[in-house]
């Protein structure tokens, strides 16, 4: 609990702070970078993060051969890949006339998509449901990377100090979450690598591969076309934007993430249809009710909280933010729709939710950012969010699983009992 306050306070405050030093044309430069590295380390998973949460949530035996071939001959290249196609994306492609810098920095910038694989380890937390862990170890590293980030604000330090930083604080957190997997012994003793059974899965689980890249690309994309389309400046003040939305859906997310074994065990409690429809329905209800009133807050402080600490040259984020708010519940139905379809092991809806709101966010950026700017972005994001999330269950014919999500935003007097339910189904 610490760290999830502190992580809200220092991204609102210290981010706020760093923004103000750099302005919106460097802040745009560090948000290229991160948005980079969050993009491959989406990516790279090819779904198979899921898989290991639903594997090891289980009573089942875990299937260690199966961790070390997915990690070793999957996710490490996949990597070392991902690095090579930034660099020359970012050095000889779309963003170099706005990015002038040298090969050295932008390497730097990049060394964070090396630890993609990292991810995995995060997933056997999750699944044995030791967050509480990896939060106070959490708070160390939020310390540490306050002071680094606050220390160059105040030593004056130019951009290139801003990104070697931001790739730091990237390491910190990926050595502390090593700390908690290993002390706690929850890697799996090494098992012979197996080429073909590890592309058995990865071919079963295609349909969340291909999804798992088209969402990675659809969560950057306004980033990545306010960059080619406008400029540095433009992405600078869409980050704060970003930012905020990545608290708001942080705060309503972090319950999600934290029952996410126990939705897994519940789906497979619960064999009979009707009992898994009620199941979850109410499972739909409860995180789409605490995560709209984390909309709400979003449209009410958008434009008192922004230009108080960003300033005026970010004050245009206030509208942006105000649309982009509106899809926050969404945003968490999403995330239980998916363990239902990989329950179900149909991930086909995933991947043809995250083609289309891909396409509908191409084509809307493409139409309104030339004439709204970061504003046409934060339009096209949210409209494909509804549809991505919501009537693409409609559409592709999953018509129960529509209107499950859609009753979801209508509040019942009982809609926090699946609640005890979640908490006894952890491990």
């Not at 991160?34 to 090819?46: G, Y």
């Not at 980030?149 to 050595?175: E, H, K, N, P």
């Not at 109410?282 to 108080?308: E, W, Y």
């Amino acid at each position: 609990m610490l760290n999830f306050a502190l992580s809200i306070v220092s991204g609102i405050f210290v981010g706020a702070y760093v923004a103000r030093f750099l302005g919106p044309d460097g802040l745009g430069v560090l948000a290229i970078f991160a948005s980079l590295v969050w993009f491959s380390n989406t990516t790279n998973d090819l779904g198979t993060n899921q898989y290991i949460v639903k594997s090891y949530s289980s009573e089942e035996t875990s299937d260690n051969e199966m961790f070390w071939s997915l990690l070793l001959l999957i996710r490490v290249p996949l990597a070392i890949l991902s690095l090579i196609v930034c660099y020359l994306l970012l050095y000889f492609g779309i963003f170099s006339e706005s990015l002038e810098l040298s090969p050295w920095v932008v390497t730097v910038g990049l060394l964070g998509v090396l630890l993609s694989p990292v991810s995995q380890f995060k997933q056997l937390v999750v699944a044995n449901v030791r967050n509480g862990e990896l939060a106070n170890y959490g708070v160390l590293v939020l310390v540490l990377s306050t002071v680094l980030r606050v220390g160059s604000v105040l030593l004056g330090l130019d951009l290139v100090a801003f990104i070697i930083v931001q790739t730091a604080i990237s390491f910190l957190y990926a050595v502390s979450l090593s700390i908690v997997v290993f002390k706690n012994k929850l890697v799996p003793s090494f098992s012979p690598l197996k080429w073909k059974k590890s592309i058995e899965v990865t071919k079963n689980y295609l349909p969340l591969a291909l999804s798992a890249t088209a969402s990675g690309l659809y969560s950057r994309l306004d980033i990545f076309m306010l960059s080619a389309m406008l400029s540095p400046a433009a992405v600078g003040i869409y980050s704060v934007t970003t930012r905020l939305m990545s608290i708001l859906t942080q705060i309503s997310g972090s319950m999600i993430q934290t029952y996410k074994s126990s939705i897994f065990n519940g789906l497979k409690k619960h064999t009979e249809i009707e009992s898994k429809n009620t199941f979850l329905e109410d499972t739909f209800r409860l995180f789409t009710s605490t995560s709209m009133a984390a909309s709400l807050a979003g449209v009410a402080v958008s434009f008192v909280l922004i230009p108080l600490l960003y300033g005026e040259d970010f004050s245009e984020a206030s509208w942006a933010l105000l649309v982009r708010a509106i899809s926050i519940p969404l945003v968490a139905q999403g995330s239980i729709r998916l363990c239902y379809l990989i329950d179900r092991d149909e991930t086909k809806l995933s991947l043809q939710s995250s083609l289309l709101g891909l396409g509908i966010n191409i084509a809307v950026n493409l139409m309104l950012i030339p004439y709204w700017g970061i504003i046409g972005a934060a339009v096209a994001t949210a409209v494909s969010q509804v549809v991505r999330m919501l009537f693409a269950s409609y559409i592709f014919g999953e018509k129960n699983l529509f209107f499950i999500q859609l009753k979801a935003f209508v509040p019942r007097k009982n809609s926090f009992r699946v609640f005890k339910e979640l908490s006894s189904l952890s491990k």
